[in-house]
């Protein structure tokens, strides 16, 4: 089991950089800093732990997609990512504190507006975060341009933690987006329960593979191309999204017409 540490915002500076190289002296995975609305700015601080830090990875815990903007977010996180040399983590959650935004006078729409934010903003981070610089036109937010320059180090994007635990839709967003979450352990057997949900939901979704079909200019690499997507079909993967070499070439469609997609058929 990987131990992770949380610090909250209140603390001086000084003393959160403190503590963050003690975590990491003691074997700490990650440090995450609480984004608090009453306290500092998170980011701010992240960098400072970034410039005191060398292996623990860094992130907000959690972050939400109406007080900053997705595309702001993305850019954030992609920034920790290159200071720290590929160690930020997106924590990033539907938001709950209401007295906390109202207070300072921040947006806090309705529960169910804001998990179609949180949705949409995922969409919009990972958009930025592949490269794609086209537009993204979704219920609340409307970009005519995702470009992020440059790109965070991570590969194929910093890893995502959705925070909270509701059944209905936390953790469904987590089983289809996320690559963690924060189910919390107060009832070590309610939380085993959750994570059953969560296996369900991840059960339920199409598990999507990125991957490059590179078939070779004559097929010489159509083989090794089926044995590899033979190997990502045995891990659990439903789909193997891929860029094709040589794609304006007819070719290599036929290649993948007549070779690929007959020895994939039991998959």
């Known amino acids: ?50 410039a005191h830090t060398a292996n623990v990875l860094l992130g907000p815990c959690v972050t939400d997609p109406f007080v900053r903007h997705p595309a702001l ?6 920034t920790l990512d290159e200071i720290s040399g590929g160690r930020a983590i997106l924590g990033i959650g539907a938001a709950w504190n209401e007295d906390e935004s109202k207070g300072l006078g921040l947006l806090f729409p309705p529960v169910s507006e804001r998990f179609e934010r949180l949705e949409e903003a995922i969409l919009i981070m990972k958009q930025m975060w592949s490269g794609d610089q086209g537009p993204f036109d979704g219920k609340h937010y409307h970009l005519a341009r995702t470009l992020n320059s440059p790109q965070a180090l991570s590969r194929p994007h910093p890893p995502i933690l959705i925070g ?26 309610e939380a085993a329960r959750k994570l059953g949900v969560l296996r369900q939901h991840c059960a339920n979704e199409e598990k999507t593979a990125q991957t490059r079909f590179d078939l070779g200019e004559n097929g010489e690499n159509v083989q ?44």
């Not at 909250?8 to 003393?15: F, I, K, N, S």
């Not at 909270?164 to 057997?189: H, M, P, Q, W």
Request: proline letters at 2%; aromatic letters at 10%.
């Open 1 to 50: 089991m990987t131990l992770q540490v949380l610090l909250l915002g209140d603390a001086p500076v000084v003393q959160l950089v403190e503590r963050a190289k003690l975590a990491e002296a003691n074997g700490y995975g990650a440090v995450w800093v609480a984004d608090e609305r009453f306290y500092r700015e998170v980011y701010s601080c992240l960098g400072q732990l970034a």
């Open 73 to 78: 977010t993305a850019m954030a996180i992609g």
């Open 164 to 189: 909270g635990s509701g059944e209905k839709k936390t953790l469904r967003l987590v089983a289809r987006y996320a690559d963690s979450c924060n189910i919390f352990a107060g009832d070590v057997g």
């Open 224 to 267: 090794r191309t089926i044995e590899g997507l033979h190997e990502v079909a045995e891990s659990g993967f439903t789909v193997a999204h891929g860029s094709l070499i040589g794609v304006s070439k007819a070719r290599q469609f036929d290649f993948f017409a007549e070779r690929v997609i007959p020895a994939l058929e039991k998959f």
